[in-house]
């Protein structure tokens, strides 16, 4: 999709788009629809039982299914064909339990199962597992889905679909109770990235994650305009102002005295001109990303570097419009894939992740991006913007954050049961037209308050990318 308008840097301010309350929960009955649906998907599997584990960190399709997130302790649902979903705790979880609607609503049962537990806590007051699994049914008749976080193809693993990302104690008493061949994985319900239940984004799912892309972008601008010649990296990490909701991974601090990938920690090292630096600010269903040089100008640069604008970062952006130009429904995956490896190719952008992914709870859900998808691109799905560009001479540059997926019916949902998110959305998505110059279809509604928005010179912050006329 090659276009003959090129980027400018132009000096340009921030825009403002407010910030909006903590929408109120996703309801008793979304929860409930959300269990129909997994049984629905269980039935036309002719699975018996869905069993669906979660841990600290791979908590999101316990909470999605019961608003119920594992702290330090793992958690089992057992799903059974008709009876009431038990959700197994260890002994800190089980007065957390009514944090799920379901649960207060007697929708959902909790059990202690002690081996959850943290080491030598008490430990001898709950039933064994088999004991457990028996009393639900899961006998040698029974067909057991297994929901961990990963699936697998039959090149990965030899088992194919039978191989199972649960603890080997959980998956072991399950195959002797049901039989090796009777117990499958079945993560795919929820999370691939064509009919995954978790990529087809409610307007209450949309309206948080809006609330958390608001928290990272409105954290991520002020470390960029806060950040100073001399000063560390736990200085810069302050100035995200967290305020307590929950994570979706640790936020980083790359700079040229600390940079390990691009991960690494704020550990206390100092921002220095000429450094390249790269970060990023993550809530539940929101992450903010950006890469650029500790720099006001390219004068300020390497030698070998002061083209970056032109060469790398300008070029970058060029090829996200066009990313843009094609993100709505009914797209496939190829062909958002196929214009990034194009424009951006390998040997000079070093880009070897997908080129844009699903977030939800979890930053990384799945992605319909790779070469060859013929997955389509739906309404409610979350993409996060994440196209990651790397060289050893002009480091990296980003755009990341997230955007929804919303045709005509789930916009007119999100408008009226949401009015000020859908708002911002809207004059964000104007900011991108109008102002940047991507041309952003009508089936996205980006969810940051720094929507698109590229400073290459991060002591210069308002020195911006757009496409020129």
């Excluded at 693993?157 to 109770?177: C, F, K, N, Q, S």
């Excluded at 609330?211 to 001399?230: H, K, N, Q, V």
């Excluded at 994570?247 to 990938?261: D, I």
Aim: glycine share 8%.
């Amino acid at each position: 999709m090659p276009t003959s308008r090129k980027h400018e840097l132009v000096e340009a301010a921030w825009p403002e788009f407010g910030t909006g309350e903590r929408p109120p929960a996703a309801s008793l009955e979304e929860f409930q629809s959300r269990i129909d649906a997994a049984r629905l998907a269980m039935e036309s599997r002719r699975l018996t039982h869905l069993v669906v584990y979660g841990d600290r960190e791979h908590f999101a399709n316990l909470a999605y299914l019961t608003g119920f997130d594992p702290r330090f302790e793992e958690a089992l649902l057992v799903i059974p064909p008709r009876e009431t979903p038990v959700l197994l705790v260890g002994n800190e979880c089980e007065a957390y339990l009514t944090v799920s609607p379901l649960f207060t609503a007697g929708r959902l049962r909790g059990e202690r199962f002690q081996s959850f537990s943290l080491l030598n806590q008490p430990r001898g007051s709950s039933r064994p597992l088999d004991q457990i699994f028996r009393e639900l049914c899961i006998t040698r008749a029974s067909s057991v889905g297994c929901v961990g976080w990963k699936y697998f193809s039959a090149a990965e693993h030899p088992l194919g679909h039978r191989a199972i990302d649960v603890p080997a104690y959980i998956a072991d008493t399950l195959r002797e109770m049901a039989a090796p061949e009777n117990v499958v994985n079945a993560t795919d319900i929820l999370m691939h990235p064509d009919y995954g239940l978790r990529t087809f984004c409610s307007p209450a799912e949309v309206a948080y994650f809006e609330y958390t892309s608001i928290l990272a972008s409105e954290g991520m601008r002020r470390i960029i305009f806060g950040l100073r010649d001399g000063m560390s990296d736990h200085e810069a990490a302050q100035l995200a102002s967290y305020n307590g909701e929950p994570l979706g991974c640790h936020l980083t601090f790359a700079t040229g005295q600390n940079r390990h990938g691009g991960l690494a920690s704020p550990a206390s090292a100092r921002i220095q001109q000429r450094d390249f630096i790269s970060m990023n600010v993550c809530y539940w269903g929101a992450n903010s990303c950006r890469a650029g040089w500790a720099a006001s100008s390219a004068a300020d640069l390497p030698q070998m570097a002061q083209d970056y604008v032109k060469e790398f970062a300008g070029v970058y952006f060029e090829a996200m419009s066009q990313w843009f130009a094609l993100l709505r429904t009914g797209e496939t995956g190829d062909r958002l894939n196929e214009v990034i490896r194009s424009s951006l190719p390998f040997e000079k952008f070093g880009i070897f992740l997908n080129p844009g992914h699903l977030i939800h709870l979890d930053e990384w859900l799945s992605s319909p991006i790779f070469q060859g998808s013929q997955i389509r691109i739906h309404s409610g799905m979350v993409m996060q913007v994440d196209v990651i560009p790397s060289s050893s001479t002009y480091f990296s540059t980003r755009m990341e954050d997230g955007v929804v997926i919303a045709d005509k019916d789930l916009q007119g949902k999100l408008r009226a049961q949401y009015p000020e998110c859908f708002s911002r959305c809207v004059q964000r998505r104007e900011f991108m037209r109008n102002t940047l110059g991507i041309e952003v279809t009508d089936d996205v509604l980006p969810l940051s308050n720094i929507p698109g928005i590229v400073p290459p010179f991060f002591f210069s912050p308002n020195q911006i990318l757009v496409m020129g006329t």
